[in-house]
């Protein structure tokens, strides 16, 4: 019974002399370290936080506050009609990748987990390529596809005579992001898709519900959580992406474009780090509403999918 | 199974998109090892461009896998602890702890080097060394270490592991790297990979915080695109391709094998 006792003595954790690092964690639990154990283990991530990121962070956002303009500075994205323009081109523009590849994926992906048939595994291998590209090659990809030299434009040019190139501006962009969203999106319907209940379906359809009422209603439902979280990653990569739009040509006005020019050609680094902040708030407030959005749906794996 | 046209028509879509994935690879390999690509491939195979690469990029692509693997030492040593404070002992502070640690993947890697640079720029020694560049990539990287493991961890009965090695007299540290990690060993591994291969082609960040004597791998990659001939542009990527493979499917392999345990490792999350 010795074995017990020793159990019982770890649960009754000795008192600490200061109260306030033990407050900081959660309710002790047996077999966990002491609060002096936790901070230390905490400590690298923590100086890293606060150094490399919180500080930082800080900092411009007070260099922001001391330019000519002050506070105002910050609503400059606002107030320019040149900035508001790339703010509004570089939204819609997100939104269109975002709607076009849920809805690309959505129908692919549910197609892939619904049949079975030769070749499908290297399908959906090859679909889920370009997870790890960097931006970089992802506009690279593009100019393949619709560049100069590009597969679009020879074909174009075999069947029309005219070479039809738009590599180089916003729609190229478009397809830069649409090629990056494509992995992630048709992972997670995917994934989705696997936990869908088919009797519901077969309910549905038993009771006389046309195809796209049981779409409707059955099978977006349950894919809803896996199309949310996904389409807003999707959003957020084209709201803040650089590499592509920087492969692919430098005067796309996309707001991130704007922010690299406004930093190293005019050195306006009150307005660049304002048009930061205001970028990154954005891109966080979008991601953060979708997970409480998501989380209250449903409780799916490793929680916080955004 | 009935097969009309819906089938043949969903089947058609996922093959164009997958033609759309593939056929700019295939292609950019292929321009790789072509003599000239403006006459196509009947003008024969060549490694020349390969070799041109790296007698330009060799430094950038060993300085990528140096940092990466600098960036993989830092992120366990404080992404591993991290982990597991979290999941033992979570608390009000320490949630806003983890949103702050998650908060450099939802803000634009443009913003992120700012900051860095409005503070550290001013630092000579550290500005204009490596050290600078890994610092953003810890920073990108530090939060899918943290949840990778962190979902591992969550997944494990970690009370009574511990519990049963306290009663045999196991002390803190010997219950940590004896019990926790072994035990965490698989979202280790996840995340292991995904800071690698996210750290190799990491670029919002470091086109901003790289000096000339400081390139990586994807700002050699910006460069090549956007100053030598299309061949080497195309045989750099390949070079980057032969090297991201193998990580793409290592990945790929261990999410598989933890699906069947109903854990989905994160992917989807890194920026463009």
Sequence with gaps: ?306 | MRRDWKFYSQLGLTIVLCLFIVVPVVMSALAGVTVNVFKGLSSGLTLRWIFEVWDLYAQSILLSLGIAMACLVVTLVAGVPLAYVLVRRPSRMMRLFEELLTLPVAIPGLALALALLITYGGVSGYRSSWLFILTGHVLFTLPFMVRSVAAVMAAMDMKMLEEGAASLGAGFWRRFFGVIVPNAKPGILAGALMVVTLSIGEFNLTWMLHTPLTKTLPVGLADAYASMRLEIGSAYTLIFFVLIMPLLIAMQALANRGSRASRRIDTAEDTL
């Design chain 1, 1 to 306: 019974m010795s074995s017990v006792e020793h159990i019982k003595e770890g649960r009754s954790r000795p008192s600490f002399p200061w109260a306030f690092p033990s407050s900081l964690f959660g309710r002790a639990t047996p077999g966990a370290g002491s609060p002096a154990i936790l901070a230390l283990l905490m400590l690298p991530g923590l100086i890293i936080v606060a150094a490399f990121f919180a500080i930082p962070m800080a900092l411009v956002a007070m260099r922001v506050a001391d330019g000519p303009d002050g506070l105002a500075t910050y609503f400059v994205i606002l107030t320019n009609d040149r900035y508001l323009a790339s703010l509004i081109q570089t939204l819609v523009m997100s939104a269109g990748v975002t709607v076009t590849a849920l809805i690309l994926c959505g129908v692919c992906g549910l197609f892939l987990v619904r049949n079975r048939f030769a070749g499908r595994n290297v399908i959906t291998a090859l679909l889920t390529l370009p997870l790890s590209f960097p931006g970089t090659v992802v506009g690279f990809m593009v100019i393949m596809l619709a560049g100069r030299q590009g597969v679009i434009g020879s074909v174009t040019d075999a069947l029309w005579g005219e070479k039809i190139v738009f590599a180089y501006e916003i729609t190229g962009l478009f397809v830069g992001y649409l090629y990056f969203s494509i992995p992630r999106v048709i992972l997670a319907v995917m994934a989705s898709a696997e936990k869908l209940d088919p009797q519901l379906e077969e309910a549905a359809r038993s009771l006389g519900a046309p195809t796209w009422r049981v779409v409707r209603d059955v099978i977006l439902p349950g894919l809803m959580p896996g199309l949310v979280s996904s389409g807003a990653i999707c959003f957020a990569t084209a709201m803040g992406a650089f590499g592509t739009a920087f492969t692919l040509a430098t005067d796309i006005d996309v707001l991130p474009m704007v922010i690299y020019t406004e930093f190293t050609r005019n050195a306006n680094i009150a307005v660049a780090a304002a048009l930061s902040i205001a970028l990154g708030a954005m891109t966080w407030a979008v991601l953060a509403a979708v997970r409480i959005f998501v989380g209250n749906g449903a409780t799916s794996g490793t929680g916080g999918g955004a």
